[in-house]
Protein backbone atom coordinates (compact mmCIF):
# COMPACT_ATOMS: atom_id res chain seq x y z
CA UNK A 1 0.00 0.00 0.00
CA UNK A 2 1.45 3.51 -0.73
CA UNK A 3 2.55 5.67 1.94
CA UNK A 4 1.77 8.90 4.11
CA UNK A 5 4.93 10.07 2.67
CA UNK A 6 5.85 13.65 4.68
CA UNK A 7 9.47 13.13 3.75
CA UNK A 8 11.23 17.16 3.42
CA UNK A 9 13.01 16.07 -0.52
CA UNK A 10 13.14 14.15 -2.60
CA UNK A 11 9.27 14.47 -1.76
CA UNK A 12 5.59 13.15 -3.34
CA UNK A 13 4.54 13.42 -6.14
CA UNK A 14 1.29 13.02 -7.88
CA UNK A 15 -0.04 10.17 -8.61
CA UNK A 16 -1.03 10.57 -12.01
CA UNK A 17 2.75 12.37 -12.76
CA UNK A 18 4.42 9.13 -11.45
CA UNK A 19 1.98 7.15 -13.77
CA UNK A 20 2.60 8.81 -16.76
CA UNK A 21 6.40 9.35 -16.32
CA UNK A 22 6.63 5.46 -15.39
CA UNK A 23 5.04 4.84 -18.85
CA UNK A 24 6.86 7.08 -20.95
CA UNK A 25 10.14 5.36 -19.31
CA UNK A 26 8.76 2.62 -21.08
CA UNK A 27 7.25 3.86 -24.10
CA UNK A 28 7.09 7.92 -24.87
CA UNK A 29 4.01 9.25 -27.03
CA UNK A 30 3.45 5.66 -28.85
CA UNK A 31 7.17 6.27 -30.84
CA UNK A 32 8.69 2.88 -29.70
CA UNK A 33 11.14 4.47 -27.58
CA UNK A 34 11.68 6.07 -24.20
CA UNK A 35 11.89 9.27 -22.85
CA UNK A 36 15.02 8.73 -21.29
CA UNK A 37 16.17 7.43 -24.73
CA UNK A 38 15.40 10.24 -27.46
CA UNK A 39 18.22 12.87 -28.51
CA UNK A 40 17.52 15.46 -26.30
CA UNK A 41 17.59 17.04 -29.35
CA UNK A 42 15.11 15.74 -31.05
CA UNK A 43 11.59 17.49 -31.60
CA UNK A 44 10.12 15.37 -28.71
CA UNK A 45 12.28 16.53 -26.28
CA UNK A 46 12.20 20.39 -26.82
CA UNK A 47 9.05 20.57 -27.08
CA UNK A 48 9.16 19.20 -23.33
CA UNK A 49 11.77 21.75 -22.61
CA UNK A 50 9.42 24.44 -23.85
CA UNK A 51 6.26 23.24 -22.12
CA UNK A 52 8.05 23.07 -18.55
CA UNK A 53 9.78 26.75 -19.38
CA UNK A 54 6.64 28.29 -20.36
CA UNK A 55 4.39 26.61 -17.51
CA UNK A 56 6.97 27.93 -15.30
CA UNK A 57 6.53 31.40 -15.88
CA UNK A 58 3.19 31.14 -16.53
CA UNK A 59 2.20 29.33 -13.39
CA UNK A 60 4.03 32.66 -11.37
CA UNK A 61 2.34 35.25 -13.66
CA UNK A 62 5.50 36.43 -14.98
CA UNK A 63 4.73 35.89 -18.80
CA UNK A 64 5.61 38.80 -21.45
CA UNK A 65 7.64 40.58 -17.76
CA UNK A 66 11.07 40.38 -18.79
CA UNK A 67 11.60 36.80 -17.65
CA UNK A 68 12.82 33.38 -18.48
CA UNK A 69 12.88 29.95 -17.25
CA UNK A 70 16.30 27.80 -17.28
CA UNK A 71 16.20 24.31 -15.83
CA UNK A 72 19.81 23.58 -15.10
CA UNK A 73 21.96 21.44 -12.64
CA UNK A 74 23.86 21.24 -9.52
CA UNK A 75 20.56 21.86 -6.96
CA UNK A 76 20.05 24.55 -5.52
CA UNK A 77 23.79 24.37 -4.06
CA UNK A 78 25.00 25.69 -7.21
CA UNK A 79 22.60 28.15 -7.37
CA UNK A 80 24.47 29.41 -4.37
CA UNK A 81 27.50 29.68 -6.26
CA UNK A 82 25.91 31.09 -9.38
CA UNK A 83 24.16 33.61 -7.89
CA UNK A 84 27.13 35.61 -6.73
CA UNK A 85 29.68 34.84 -9.97
CA UNK A 86 26.69 36.26 -12.16
CA UNK A 87 25.87 38.82 -9.72
CA UNK A 88 28.12 40.22 -6.93
CA UNK A 89 30.46 43.00 -7.57
CA UNK A 90 31.48 44.63 -4.80
CA UNK A 91 28.69 43.86 -1.79
CA UNK A 92 25.61 41.46 -1.09
CA UNK A 93 23.07 41.79 1.49
CA UNK A 94 21.45 38.09 2.54
CA UNK A 95 18.82 37.38 5.20
CA UNK A 96 20.47 34.53 7.27
CA UNK A 97 17.18 32.43 7.95
CA UNK A 98 18.68 28.59 8.58
CA UNK A 99 21.44 26.48 7.31
CA UNK A 100 20.42 26.83 3.81
CA UNK A 101 20.71 31.23 3.74
CA UNK A 102 24.00 30.19 5.70
CA UNK A 103 25.18 27.82 3.30
CA UNK A 104 24.31 30.73 0.32
CA UNK A 105 26.62 33.28 2.56
CA UNK A 106 29.32 30.84 2.57
CA UNK A 107 29.76 30.74 -1.13
CA UNK A 108 28.93 34.19 -1.87
CA UNK A 109 32.09 35.26 0.48
CA UNK A 110 34.09 33.84 -2.31
CA UNK A 111 33.20 36.41 -4.89
CA UNK A 112 32.91 39.75 -2.99
CA UNK A 113 31.86 41.54 0.50
CA UNK A 114 28.99 39.90 2.03
CA UNK A 115 27.22 41.26 4.79
CA UNK A 116 24.04 39.87 6.88
CA UNK A 117 21.61 42.08 6.78
CA UNK A 118 19.16 40.22 9.21
CA UNK A 119 19.58 36.82 11.64
CA UNK A 120 17.75 34.32 13.78
CA UNK A 121 20.88 32.31 14.49
CA UNK A 122 20.49 33.51 18.40
CA UNK A 123 17.25 31.33 18.51
CA UNK A 124 18.23 28.59 16.64
CA UNK A 125 16.25 30.06 13.37
CA UNK A 126 12.95 29.45 14.97
CA UNK A 127 11.73 32.73 13.99
CA UNK A 128 11.59 34.99 10.64
CA UNK A 129 13.49 38.30 11.46
CA UNK A 130 12.08 41.72 11.13
CA UNK A 131 12.77 45.19 10.90
CA UNK A 132 16.39 45.38 9.60
CA UNK A 133 17.44 48.50 7.75
CA UNK A 134 18.50 47.31 4.18
CA UNK A 135 21.46 49.61 2.64
CA UNK A 136 21.01 51.06 -0.80
CA UNK A 137 24.39 50.38 -2.15
CA UNK A 138 24.35 46.49 -2.31
CA UNK A 139 24.48 44.56 -5.77
CA UNK A 140 21.66 42.29 -4.68
CA UNK A 141 19.38 41.18 -1.60
CA UNK A 142 19.40 37.00 -0.88
CA UNK A 143 16.70 35.40 0.75
CA UNK A 144 15.03 31.75 1.55
CA UNK A 145 11.47 32.02 1.39
CA UNK A 146 10.62 28.64 3.46
CA UNK A 147 13.20 27.12 5.85
CA UNK A 148 12.62 23.16 5.27
CA UNK A 149 15.05 22.43 8.61
CA UNK A 150 13.29 24.77 10.98
CA UNK A 151 9.50 25.05 9.70
CA UNK A 152 9.15 28.99 8.77
CA UNK A 153 8.58 30.94 5.81
CA UNK A 154 9.34 34.27 4.82
CA UNK A 155 5.58 36.23 4.66
CA UNK A 156 6.92 39.67 4.01
CA UNK A 157 9.93 39.88 1.91
CA UNK A 158 12.61 42.35 1.92
CA UNK A 159 12.06 45.93 0.77
CA UNK A 160 15.21 46.91 -1.63
CA UNK A 161 16.06 48.87 -4.65
CA UNK A 162 18.72 46.26 -5.23
CA UNK A 163 17.20 42.96 -7.18
CA UNK A 164 15.75 40.67 -4.80
CA UNK A 165 16.59 37.25 -5.32
CA UNK A 166 15.07 34.23 -3.51
CA UNK A 167 15.52 30.63 -2.74
CA UNK A 168 12.11 29.07 -2.99
CA UNK A 169 13.43 25.57 -3.06
CA UNK A 170 10.84 24.36 -0.70
CA UNK A 171 7.84 26.27 -1.58
CA UNK A 172 7.94 27.10 -4.47
CA UNK A 173 4.28 27.29 -6.77
CA UNK A 174 2.87 26.64 -3.18
CA UNK A 175 1.29 30.09 -2.83
CA UNK A 176 0.01 33.11 -4.58
CA UNK A 177 2.42 36.43 -4.86
CA UNK A 178 3.31 38.77 -6.74
CA UNK A 179 6.72 37.18 -8.33
CA UNK A 180 7.15 40.68 -10.03
CA UNK A 181 9.43 42.01 -7.07
CA UNK A 182 12.02 39.24 -7.45
CA UNK A 183 14.80 39.88 -9.81
CA UNK A 184 15.74 36.09 -9.71
CA UNK A 185 14.31 32.87 -8.19
CA UNK A 186 15.70 29.59 -8.18
CA UNK A 187 14.47 26.02 -6.65
CA UNK A 188 15.85 22.63 -6.51
CA UNK A 189 13.29 20.57 -8.07
CA UNK A 190 12.60 17.72 -5.74
CA UNK A 191 11.10 19.76 -2.83
CA UNK A 192 7.86 20.80 -4.71
CA UNK A 193 8.00 20.07 -8.29
CA UNK A 194 9.67 16.35 -9.65
CA UNK A 195 12.39 14.57 -8.72
CA UNK A 196 15.57 15.11 -7.79
CA UNK A 197 18.68 15.96 -10.71
CA UNK A 198 17.12 19.73 -11.97
CA UNK A 199 16.82 23.18 -10.45
CA UNK A 200 14.59 25.84 -11.83
CA UNK A 201 15.80 29.14 -12.10
CA UNK A 202 14.00 31.96 -13.20
CA UNK A 203 15.64 35.18 -14.21
CA UNK A 204 14.89 38.83 -14.91
CA UNK A 205 17.36 39.05 -17.76
CA UNK A 206 18.51 43.13 -17.10
CA UNK A 207 20.08 42.40 -14.23
CA UNK A 208 22.81 40.15 -16.14
CA UNK A 209 25.90 41.51 -17.83
CA UNK A 210 26.78 44.17 -15.27
CA UNK A 211 29.74 42.44 -13.60
CA UNK A 212 33.24 42.49 -15.00
CA UNK A 213 34.80 39.11 -14.07
CA UNK A 214 35.11 35.98 -16.40
CA UNK A 215 32.42 33.52 -15.99
CA UNK A 216 32.72 29.72 -16.53
CA UNK A 217 30.14 28.23 -19.46
CA UNK A 218 28.60 25.92 -17.08
CA UNK A 219 28.01 28.48 -14.56
CA UNK A 220 27.29 31.33 -17.09
CA UNK A 221 23.58 32.26 -16.92
CA UNK A 222 23.85 34.14 -20.04
CA UNK A 223 25.07 31.52 -21.62
CA UNK A 224 22.10 29.49 -20.50
CA UNK A 225 19.84 31.55 -21.73
CA UNK A 226 21.39 31.77 -25.39
CA UNK A 227 20.74 28.32 -25.83
CA UNK A 228 17.67 27.92 -24.35
CA UNK A 229 18.62 25.91 -21.76
CA UNK A 230 20.06 22.75 -23.87
CA UNK A 231 23.60 24.30 -23.67
CA UNK A 232 24.68 20.69 -22.94
CA UNK A 233 22.73 17.47 -22.60
CA UNK A 234 19.97 18.85 -19.62
CA UNK A 235 18.52 16.16 -16.91
CA UNK A 236 15.66 14.84 -19.42
CA UNK A 237 13.50 12.63 -17.08
CA UNK A 238 13.84 15.43 -14.00
CA UNK A 239 12.83 17.85 -16.69
CA UNK A 240 10.37 15.67 -18.16
CA UNK A 241 8.82 14.40 -14.83
CA UNK A 242 8.64 18.43 -13.82
CA UNK A 243 6.73 19.47 -16.35
CA UNK A 244 4.01 16.87 -15.99
CA UNK A 245 4.20 18.36 -12.14
CA UNK A 246 3.16 21.57 -13.57
CA UNK A 247 0.83 20.48 -16.07
CA UNK A 248 -1.08 18.66 -12.99
CA UNK A 249 -0.80 22.07 -11.13
CA UNK A 250 -2.22 24.09 -13.95
CA UNK A 251 -4.93 21.54 -14.17
CA UNK A 252 -5.68 21.97 -10.71
CA UNK A 253 -6.38 25.57 -11.15
CA UNK A 254 -2.94 26.91 -10.39
CA UNK A 255 -1.24 28.67 -7.63
CA UNK A 256 -4.66 30.18 -6.43
CA UNK A 257 -6.31 26.75 -5.59
CA UNK A 258 -2.80 25.11 -4.37
CA UNK A 259 -3.20 28.16 -2.30
CA UNK A 260 -5.64 27.15 -0.46
CA UNK A 261 -5.28 23.38 -0.30
CA UNK A 262 -2.23 23.92 1.26
CA UNK A 263 -3.53 26.70 3.64
CA UNK A 264 -6.16 23.65 5.02
CA UNK A 265 -3.20 20.86 5.50
CA UNK A 266 -0.97 23.22 7.15
CA UNK A 267 -4.23 24.34 9.98
CA UNK A 268 -5.24 20.93 10.38
CA UNK A 269 -1.80 20.11 11.40
CA UNK A 270 -1.15 23.12 13.39
CA UNK A 271 -4.65 22.99 15.22
CA UNK A 272 -3.56 19.19 16.47
CA UNK A 273 0.38 20.91 17.77
CA UNK A 274 -1.83 23.50 19.52
CA UNK A 275 -4.42 21.48 21.34
CA UNK A 276 -2.50 18.21 22.11
CA UNK A 277 -0.53 18.94 25.60
CA UNK A 278 1.66 16.01 24.43
CA UNK A 279 3.20 18.65 21.64
CA UNK A 280 4.99 21.57 21.37
CA UNK A 281 5.88 23.47 18.02
CA UNK A 282 9.35 24.56 17.13
CA UNK A 283 8.74 27.91 15.12
CA UNK A 284 7.24 30.90 15.77
CA UNK A 285 3.19 31.04 15.34
CA UNK A 286 3.57 34.26 13.19
CA UNK A 287 6.65 32.77 10.98
CA UNK A 288 5.25 28.94 11.05
CA UNK A 289 5.64 27.45 7.59
CA UNK A 290 2.98 26.12 5.45
CA UNK A 291 5.22 23.36 3.85
CA UNK A 292 6.84 21.55 7.13
CA UNK A 293 5.63 21.52 10.23
CA UNK A 294 7.80 21.27 13.08
CA UNK A 295 7.13 19.91 16.84
CA UNK A 296 8.83 18.25 18.78
CA UNK A 297 7.32 15.80 21.79
CA UNK A 298 6.77 17.22 25.76
CA UNK A 299 7.98 13.94 27.43
CA UNK A 300 10.28 12.33 25.41
CA UNK A 301 9.63 9.02 26.93
CA UNK A 302 6.89 8.42 24.41
CA UNK A 303 9.46 8.61 21.49
CA UNK A 304 9.33 4.91 21.02
CA UNK A 305 5.35 4.21 21.51
CA UNK A 306 4.50 7.30 18.89
CA UNK A 307 7.16 5.76 16.12
CA UNK A 308 5.42 2.91 16.32
CA UNK A 309 2.15 4.24 16.69
CA UNK A 310 2.46 6.71 13.37
CA UNK A 311 4.62 3.53 11.38
CA UNK A 312 1.77 1.61 12.16
CA UNK A 313 -0.53 3.60 10.70
CA UNK A 314 1.48 3.84 6.95
CA UNK A 315 3.61 7.00 7.57
CA UNK A 316 6.75 7.90 6.16
CA UNK A 317 9.77 10.53 6.66
CA UNK A 318 8.10 12.54 10.30
CA UNK A 319 11.51 12.28 11.49
CA UNK A 320 13.07 15.99 12.62
CA UNK A 321 16.32 17.04 10.85
CA UNK A 322 19.16 16.67 13.54
CA UNK A 323 19.68 20.08 14.00
CA UNK A 324 15.99 21.22 15.46
CA UNK A 325 15.28 17.21 16.42
CA UNK A 326 11.55 16.14 17.17
CA UNK A 327 9.38 16.04 14.16
CA UNK A 328 8.81 17.70 10.91
CA UNK A 329 6.17 16.99 8.66
CA UNK A 330 6.37 17.99 4.83
CA UNK A 331 3.64 18.55 3.61
CA UNK A 332 4.25 19.64 -0.13
CA UNK A 333 1.84 20.01 -3.03
CA UNK A 334 1.02 16.46 -4.07
CA UNK A 335 0.39 16.11 -0.30
CA UNK A 336 -3.54 15.07 0.44
CA UNK A 337 -5.54 16.10 3.32
CA UNK A 338 -6.35 12.86 3.99
CA UNK A 339 -2.39 11.90 4.63
CA UNK A 340 -2.33 15.11 7.11
CA UNK A 341 -5.53 13.90 8.85
CA UNK A 342 -3.46 10.50 9.34
CA UNK A 343 -0.73 12.16 11.12
CA UNK A 344 -3.07 14.12 13.16
CA UNK A 345 -5.30 11.47 14.20
CA UNK A 346 -2.40 9.32 15.26
CA UNK A 347 -1.29 12.39 17.43
CA UNK A 348 -4.77 12.06 18.68
CA UNK A 349 -4.70 8.62 19.23
CA UNK A 350 -1.41 9.10 21.56
CA UNK A 351 -2.86 11.41 23.44
CA UNK A 352 -6.04 9.30 24.47
CA UNK A 353 -3.46 6.07 24.78
CA UNK A 354 -0.57 8.60 27.00
C1 LIG B 1 16.96 21.32 -0.03
C2 LIG B 1 17.26 22.75 -0.09
C3 LIG B 1 18.43 23.24 -0.71
C4 LIG B 1 19.47 22.34 -1.30
O1 LIG B 1 19.03 21.83 -2.50
P1 LIG B 1 19.95 20.85 -3.38
O2 LIG B 1 19.13 20.76 -4.63
O3 LIG B 1 20.07 19.57 -2.65
O4 LIG B 1 21.26 21.51 -3.61
C5 LIG B 1 18.59 24.61 -0.75
N1 LIG B 1 17.71 25.46 -0.21
C6 LIG B 1 16.57 25.03 0.40
C7 LIG B 1 15.62 26.02 0.98
C8 LIG B 1 16.32 23.66 0.48
O5 LIG B 1 15.20 23.23 1.09
Redesign the pocket.
Known amino acids: MKKHNFSA ?1 PCILPEEVFKEASQAILDYNNSGLSVIEISHRSKDFVDIMEEARSLALELLGLEGKGYKALFLQG ?4 QFLMVAYNLLQNKAGYINTGS ?1 SDKAIKEAKLFGDVIELASSKDANFNYIPKGYEVPEDLDYVHC ?1 S ?3 IFGTQIKDFPKSNAPLIC ?1 M ?2 DIFSRQMDFSKFSLIYA ?1 A ?2 NMGP ?1 GT ?1 LVVIKEDILGKINRQIPSMLDYQVHLGKASMFNTPPVFAVYTSMLTLRWLKKLGGLATIEELNEKKANLIYSEIDVNPLFKGFAAKEDRSVMNATFTLVNEDLKETFDAMWKEAGINGVNGHRSVGGYRASMYNAMTIESVAALVDVMGDLERKA
Open positions: GGASTWTNNTDSSGQKAT
